[in-house]
């Protein structure tokens, strides 16, 4: 077998790197195919943003500021649920042994429409893709 000549090294190099960058991007894109939201160098894109003004708006009173709990209601980052039990549990309400009760909001027209939107911000908090406080926003 005779050696790579200074051209083929060369063009193997780039389409090795290329593949390896290609490679990345994809498997990036793939891991975050299952996510509501879009965070990228620190920035929520629209759905994730609208979702921390929505749970500002009205879900923090009980479950803390940025949905770490509080005395009243509990952790929405720590152990989050699956969407379709967080959408029931918005839509319906929720009821505990004991003293503890959330109401529904399905006829809310604040976040009945927004559901998915404060669960992609939840789901942001919970994963580390956001951090405590006021999301930057991504550009149009």
Do not use: W
């Not at 479950?63 to 029931?88: Q, W, Y």
């Not at 003293?99 to 399905?106: L, T």
Request: aromatic share 10%; hydrophobic share 35%; glycine share 12%.
């Amino acid at each position: 077998m005779r050696p790579f000549q200074p051209l083929q090294l060369v063009l193997f190099t780039v389409v090795a790197c290329g593949l390896v960058v290609v490679s990345g991007r994809s498997s990036q894109e793939t891991a975050a195919a299952d996510k509501f939201y879009r965070v990228i160098d620190g920035k929520a894109d629209a759905r994730t943003y609208n979702g921390y003004r929505r749970y500002h708006g009205g879900c923090s009173h009980c479950h803390g500021p940025d949905g770490v709990g509080s005395t009243f209601a509990s952790s929405l980052v720590d152990r989050p649920l699956d969407i379709e039990t967080f959408r029931r549990i918005v839509r319906d309400g929720q009821s505990s042994s004991g003293s503890s009760v959330m109401k529904g909001f399905a006829n809310d027209p604040n976040f009945a429409p927004y559901i998915d939107d404060i669960y992609a911000y939840l789901q942001a908090r919970a994963d580390g893709a956001l951090g405590r406080g006021r999301p930057k926003r991504m550009g149009p």
